[in-house]
């Protein structure tokens, strides 16, 4: 049959939604690109993410995001289903958590995450009779009351009441199937007991019942259950009609999914679908979006039909519609995809990588920016690169980009537009030890206080490169110290010198090159194993860096955090580290040191000089100027977070936004301190007015640093008073002693200690 859709446009439909969050906020940064289910509710469509769901309105075109910083209980979508005899949506997670939405309430029934089964507990397809919903899980079948929000029922199917994974569910007038890894299985519906798996078997007739099948559904009198071969993952899809089965002689292939809608069938393949009405006539295909001049292949797991209009789940594209001959992409705005990797922040604008460093997995090279509160993404080919990974920003040109990848070198863009690469034909960078050209693997990069680029060059002879601001180049080995190090990250301290980390333990070195790249005769190098004053080791390992606004360096080691207080003395015998003290009060007055247990991936300094640790597997640590007080620390258990691992965190100067780069997406978290200088910038109070049932916090930003900042009446009664983190101040709209403040028109007075700097503004508060 000919594809009857000629599809002559393209809309690309994003919600561009973001706007400044007050302080103690959170915000997602989750790519919406991939949907992999979707269930309809009548005018509104839910959308299943990897990390969270959105609905799309049809008749408004809005969208709204349902994720754990709005009340879900947790991320990283499995399926998702709407039950329209009772308007129930029921979320199910990858971990078996589960949550309903009813009444726009939201509820939350974990007993399948919390259960101990020593097998898959998965729930991979939810089918509705009436008000239950039926589970088909990686142990067998759960039945939920969606009214009265319980468990009612669990169903092991296999002999002997064994474990059997069951991929979907459906029901004739007198049976339910079960399409089963071990075969597709029948029972009496409506006279069985069916928590008695005796009263479960295989269909008789249909050919190889008990091969494994993964789909299974009714429609008009029709009974379809598809099988896979587990050799060569081929799709068999018979259907039975008045008893007799019968091979669908419809050439389905990679098939993803099969559903019911506008009394319609439609089986969606990986690339393309097609629909049958009533009767089993094929009365629409698709195979690609025909965009007119351009065509792109779907990449489609679910499809919904209503009233000739289309909506797909697509892996690419998100939610899909193909209205009137007409394609929109829709999907809220995010980063190109939720994997993470490295992020820099120039002036207020936030960039992002997205590749690797282990070589297992190429993606497309691709960076992220995040600015005026929208997401762009920028490519080149594929075969081009492997892995954008690091990032370094001109300190001339904030619009000249470098990125090193994990394949074929370092890629320079100008204006968002690449300009040129540098590889072993035209710089001193070369590939991995014997490999060829492209396994060119750059690490780190940055910047020196002479606009000269660093870069670490793993697994070769000369692990480090630079390139001066006129384009000459030269490599080190330290004497062959380093040859063949697999190096990481490399920094500029504010004195011009270069700090590289070595690798497992390796430590780090610092080396100083006088500031003449170009001449290795005047260079001082030494390599740092982390030892504190008394002789003693802490950690050869060490795997984050950062400089302080006093000028002290901060180390995460395979030992905790250690701090060197004299960074100019580092070429010094008495270069000594310190480890950091943490007391816990109360009953327990042992000692212990920060983060000794934790994997450290990142640290970042704040504008309040305070210090933001990311961890591999505990989430990420706020702590104070000196390390010794823990303030903040956020997991995926007591906060929004969707992972404890946290690749990278890069910090809004202006605004204190804190964006965690972890391994499933990004979040966001707007914390109470920003960058500040000695004199008063665009200082602006958020929200003003603060109108009524607002209960965030009110923040002043653009202030000179760490003022005191004092909030009065009209009549200049002092109703609170608090000093400035870096350049901003925050209140909670209440007095001293805990009453919200009335109605009215309260200033804002903003001094530094000499009163040399000074500012009043007002505020409106209005109850």
């Not at 000093?723 to 709209?733: D, F, I, K, P, Y």
């Amino acid at each position: 049959m000919l594809k009857k859709f000629l599809i002559i446009s393209l809309i690309a439909i994003t919600s561009n939604s973001y706007s400044q969050i007050p302080v103690g906020k959170w915000r997602d940064h989750f790519s919406y690109r991939k949907v992999i289910c979707l269930a309809d509710a009548g005018n509104i469509i839910y959308a299943a993410g990897e990390n969270a769901v959105f609905s799309y309105d049809k008749t408004e075109g809005t969208i709204k995001k349902l994720n754990k910083i709005n009340g879900y209980s947790d991320s990283e979508i499995q399926t998702i289903a709407y039950n329209k005899t009772n308007n129930v949506l029921i979320i199910a997670y990858k971990n078996s958590n589960i949550d309903i939405l009813k009444n726009n309430i939201i509820y939350n029934l974990s007993e399948i995450k919390r259960k101990l089964l020593s097998t898959d507990k998965t729930i991979y397809n939810i089918t509705f009779s009436g008000n239950d919903a039926y589970l088909s899980c990686g142990f067998g079948i759960v039945v939920i009351d969606t009214e009265k929000l319980e468990f009612k029922d669990t169903y092991f199917i296999g002999n002997d009441a064994s474990y059997i994974k069951v991929n979907s569910i459906t029901f004739d007038t007198d049976y339910i199937y079960a399409a089963t890894d071990k075969g597709l299985f029948y029972a009496d519906f409506k006279n069985s007991d069916l928590a008695d798996y005796r009263n479960w078997n295989l269909v008789p007739d249909i050919p190889n019942n008990n091969l494994k099948f993964n789909f299974t559904k009714t429609f008009n009198g029709y009974l379809f259950a598809n099988q896979i071969n587990t050799s060569d993952e081929n799709d068999t899809l018979y259907y039975r009609k008045n008893n007799i089965w019968k091979l669908f002689g419809n050439n389905i292939n990679n098939l993803q999914s099969i559903s019911i809608s506008d009394n319609k069938i439609i089986f969606s393949e990986k690339n393309s679908l097609k629909i049958f009405d009533a009767n089993m006539n094929n009365i629409k295909e698709l195979n690609e979006y025909n965009l007119g001049t351009v065509s792109e292949i779907p990449v489609i797991n679910f499809t919904i039909f209503d009233n000739d209009k289309l909506y797909i789940a697509d892996s690419n594209k998100g939610l899909v519609s193909v209205i009137n001959n007409q394609i929109n992409y829709i999907y809220p705005n995010g980063p190109y995809n939720n994997f993470t990797a490295k992020a820099y922040f120039s002036k207020n604008k936030l960039i992002t990588t997205d590749g690797n460093n282990h070589a297992k997995a190429w993606h497309r090279p691709t960076y992220n920016i995040f600015e005026n509160q929208e997401w762009k993404s920028y490519h080149i080919y594929v075969d081009t690169a492997r892995n954008f990974y690091s990032i370094a920003v001109n300190p001339k040109n904030e619009n000249n980009y470098f990125f090193g990848s994990w394949g074929y070198g370092v890629f320079e863009f100008n204006d968002n537009k690449w300009t040129t690469s540098y590889n072993n034909l035209n710089s001193t960078l070369q590939p991995v030890t014997g490999y060829p050209y492209g396994y060119i693997r750059i690490y780190g990069l940055a910047f020196d206080k002479n606009n000269n680029l660093w870069a670490t060059n793993q697994g070769t002879a000369n692990p480090i490169s630079v390139k001066t601001e006129n384009n000459q180049w030269q490599s080190f080995n330290i004497n062959g110290l380093i040859t063949n190090f697999n190096l990481e990250d490399i920094y500029v301290t504010d004195n011009n010198f270069k700090w590289a980390e070595l690798g497992k333990s390796h430590g780090i070195l610092v080396l100083d090159d006088n500031d003449t790249p170009l001449n290795k005769n005047d260079d001082r190098y030494k390599i740092i194993k982390p030892t504190t004053s008394e002789g003693e080791l802490i950690s050869s390992d060490v795997t984050a860096f950062s400089e302080d606004k006093d000028g002290n360096i901060w180390m995460g080691t395979g030992e905790g955090v250690v701090i060197y207080y004299n960074a100019d003395n580092a070429f010094e015998d008495d270069f000594y580290a310190d480890r950091i003290q943490l007391t816990s009060y109360g009953k327990d007055t042992t000692e212990q040191y920060l983060l000794q247990t934790a994997v450290i991936t990142d640290i970042e300094t704040d504008g309040a000089n305070r210090k933001w640790i990311a961890t591999q597997n505990s989430g990420a640590f706020l702590v104070s100027q000196n390390g010794k007080k823990q303030i903040l620390h956020f997991d995926k258990y007591n906060s929004p977070l969707i992972s404890n691992t946290i690749n990278d965190i890069a910090i809004n100067p202006q605004s204190g936004e804190v964006f965690f780069l972890t391994d499933k997406g990004i979040m966001s978290y707007r914390s109470n301190a920003t960058e500040a200088d000695d004199f008063f910038g665009n200082v602006y109070v958020f929200p003003n007015p603060v109108r009524p049932g607002y209960e965030g916090k009110i923040t002043v930003t653009g202030l000179a640093s760490d003022v005191n900042v004092k909030f009065t009446d009209i009549s200049g009664n002092v109703v609170y008073e608090t000093t400035a983190l870096g350049g901003q101040a925050v209140w909670n709209g209440k007095t001293f002693d805990g009453r919200r403040v009335n109605t009215g028109v309260y200033l804002i007075f903003c001094s530094n200690d000499d009163g040399s700097e000074t500012f009043v503004t007002k505020l409106l508060f209005i109850n």
